[in-house]
């Protein structure tokens, strides 16, 4: 199996187009509507994007549609807008009150079917239960969840007041949370006791008292109880969430908040330093899921979509509630693991609901295909009709897979590209119009002024590799970095001022499909998640035994990439097994599981410029090929190299 960049070819010739069946029930039935319809929203964004504001329910409308002295944006500027309302009560007044709005599984099989009517009620309580401990507009609201109906509750039910909420993903560590606290403010946490995941629950409401200890600003903890087990409840400061909505109406005006209103702080990882709180806000970003769920997903009334995200993280927040939800759709979803009980829950649950849209990510791909098709083979996927990708490149093995054993060769796949920052999709295939060639996210969606520039600026030719750019605010786009704007201008406006850098490589073909090459910066792909190379430093450094620390990612089969730590021990401690494997605990203790190095090698010294600046280059060279053929002139003891060479065996690109 070929990894993501390195080997993808971009001028193979397989091209799969939109069969006409498909094509003709589209919205964008050809690439002629398509760049017909592009170039008006490239020469006219704002006409196109008040259009699709225009099906959103506003409480007061909009004087202006765009307020753009860069990087600021204001969208949809003196309109008022309640995201609740519109995910939630605009369907539960009208012939969708009773269509569900969640089909929700849990691991250990239990079932629950929440219909708009219903989801109204639960969202109006929880918003009431916010109300009466205290919560204002702009409070934040950390929320610690497993996969639930409820967690998706209580991120509406936020919206609705106008809180701001800040999911955590549940398989983040105690410190995670106490940082996110700190930088956040929050003064109130959403948890449960626990979540099921592989068959044994996952305690969550342990992991939040462990950060309380640490951080005293929290006045409240609203726990669910989902898996019973035994929790400590601190009777001053924590209360149960059935004990909380069972005092409450289940009525609740959602009143309309400035279009620029805060929606949500969500934390990723960067280059340096500890995770930046990505700002959002509110009559845009729900402009822009909802438009692209419309148009990338061609969503319908009686489509069963199931994006297989977690809430805690950008595609969860986009693409499982606010995005199907405005547009009154029909999801599943999914408490825990892909292979509980073995790999064939997902299409056990595809023929049972009968599933039409399937959103996953490649490394979950990849570990289909290696658990074999046999799980495939013994379900019914025949209601499937259209297949989505998200979170890294596709690589064209996995691509042709999904299409065939999945897909049946009939659902075209949508390979979308963006990131927490971009709030919605940005580059994707039109599942009715483009044709896709596997590996590449295609061509920019409307109103997205997208171009690969050289390091001077330049638009790059077809064929070469240079930084993604858009030229152009969108309506979803991040407003700043939690409480930080000048870190917010510099980090994304500062190449090409104006212009939003994305830090990914990238190149277009002769065809102008866009080819994501990958990060370039210090941040690595896990599985589709972002990891800074410098935080997972930061955590073993915490460690008494370590001095210093340098990491880097490899390509990896299954993850995309994986992480290699380089690690020199303080005097007095001694290398061995024992201590490699607290190590690799202690970093997912401290960030969490899917942080933990997979090689971790003791380096009595790290290669180093004379100016004291780890080469992690050189590094990352070794791991892949065994040797470093570079020039290692620049080194301090270029003998470091030498004696790391003796210690690896090389990981060459899968
Ligand atoms: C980074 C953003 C977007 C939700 C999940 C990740 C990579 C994402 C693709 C794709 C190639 C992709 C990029 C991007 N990425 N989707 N379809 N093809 N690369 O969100 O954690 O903010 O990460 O994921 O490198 O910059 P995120």
Request: net charge positive.
């Amino acid at each position: 199996m070929s990894t993501q960049k390195s080997s993808f070819n971009h001028n193979q010739d397989v091209v799969h187009k939109p069969s006409k069946t498909f094509s003709s029930k589209a919205r964008i039935s050809s690439m002629a509507a398509y760049k017909k319809l592009y170039k008006q929203s490239i020469e006219q964004p704002e006409k196109f994007w008040a259009r699709e504001a225009e099906e959103l329910v506003w409480q007061k409308p909009w004087s202006k549609v765009l307020d753009w002295k860069a990087p600021n944006a204001k969208w949809f500027e003196g309109g008022k807008i309640n995201v609740c309302e519109n995910c939630v009560d605009r369907h539960a007044v009208g012939p969708r009150k009773n269509k569900a709005a969640i089909i929700w599984e849990g691991e250990p099989g239990d079932k629950r079917v929440i219909t708009y009517g219903q989801l109204q009620k639960d969202v109006c309580r929880f918003a009431n239960v916010l109300q009466k401990n205290g919560v204002k507009a702009k409070d934040r609201v950390l929320i610690y969840m497993p996969m639930v109906p409820e967690a998706a509750v209580a991120m509406l039910a936020c919206a609705r007041i106008g809180a701001v909420h800040n999911v955590v993903f549940g398989g983040f560590a105690a410190e995670a949370i106490v940082d996110r606290l700190q930088d956040s403010g929050a003064s109130i946490i959403i948890t449960a006791d626990g979540g099921w995941r592989r068959g044994k629950v996952v305690a969550l409401k342990p992991v939040v008292d462990e950060a309380l200890a640490r951080y005293d600003q929290v006045s409240r903890v609203i726990v669910l109880k989902r898996c019973g087990n035994e929790i400590a409840m601190d009777a001053a400061r924590d209360a149960w969430w059935h004990d909380e909505v069972a005092t409450v109406p289940s009525k609740h005006v959602a009143k309309g908040f400035d279009s620029e209103h805060p929606l949500f702080v969500l934390y990723t990882s960067g280059s340096t330093g500890k995770p930046k709180g990505i700002l959002h806000t509110s009559g845009g970003y729900l402009t822009g899921t909802y438009s692209t769920c419309k148009y990338i997903f061609d969503m319908r009334d009686d489509d069963v979509y199931w994006c297989t995200a977690d809430v805690g993280w950008i595609t969860g927040h986009s693409y499982i509630v606010y995005g199907p939800l405005a547009n009154g759709a029909t999801q599943v979803m999914y408490e825990g693991a892909p292979n509980a009980p073995d790999f064939g829950r997902f299409w056990k649950m595809v023929e049972e609901y009968g599933v039409t849209i399937f959103y996953t990510a490649p490394t979950a791909i990849r570990a289909f295909i290696k658990a074999g098709d046999q799980f495939p083979n013994a379900y019914d996927l025949s209601s499937l009709r259209l297949l989505g990708s998200v979170g890294e490149p596709i690589n064209p093995e996995a691509w042709n897979w999904y299409h065939q054993k999945i897909g049946g060769g009939r659902c075209p796949i949508v390979d979308t590209w963006w990131q927490t920052e971009t709030g919605a999709i940005l580059i994707s295939p039109l599942p009715g119009a483009t044709p896709c060639k596997p590996g590449t996210a295609t061509l920019p969606f409307f109103g997205v002024d997208a171009v690969i520039l050289d390091d001077a600026g330049k638009k790059c030719k077809a064929g070469q590799d240079g930084r993604l750019v858009i030229r152009k605010p969108w309506p979803s786009m991040i407003r700043s970095i939690y409480g930080d704007k000048e870190r917010y201008k510099s980090t994304y406006w500062s190449d090409y001022p104006g212009f939003y850098t994305a830090g990914d490589g990238a190149r277009r073909d002769k065809d102008g499909n866009f080819w994501i090459i990958g990060r370039l910066d210090d941040v690595l792909n896990v599985s589709g998640h972002r990891l800074g190379t410098a935080e997972i430093e930061s955590a073993l450094v915490s460690h008494p035994a370590v001095a210093e620390a340098a990491v880097i990612g490899r390509p990896d089969e299954m993850k995309g990439q994986a992480v290699a730590a380089f690690v020199t021990l303080k005097a007095g401690f001694e290398e061995s097994e024992a201590l490699c494997a607290e190590l690799r605990n202690h970093v997912g203790k401290v960030i969490g599981a899917i942080a933990k190095p997979d090689d971790l090698y003791f380096a009595p010294g790290l290669p180093k410029t004379r100016s004291g600046k780890i080469m992690r280059r050189l590094l990352k060279e070794l791991v892949c090929t065994g040797k470093v053929t570079g020039n290692v002139t620049t080194l301090e003891d270029p003998s470091i190299i030498e004696n790391l060479q003796r210690k690896i065996a090389p990981h060459p690109a899968p």
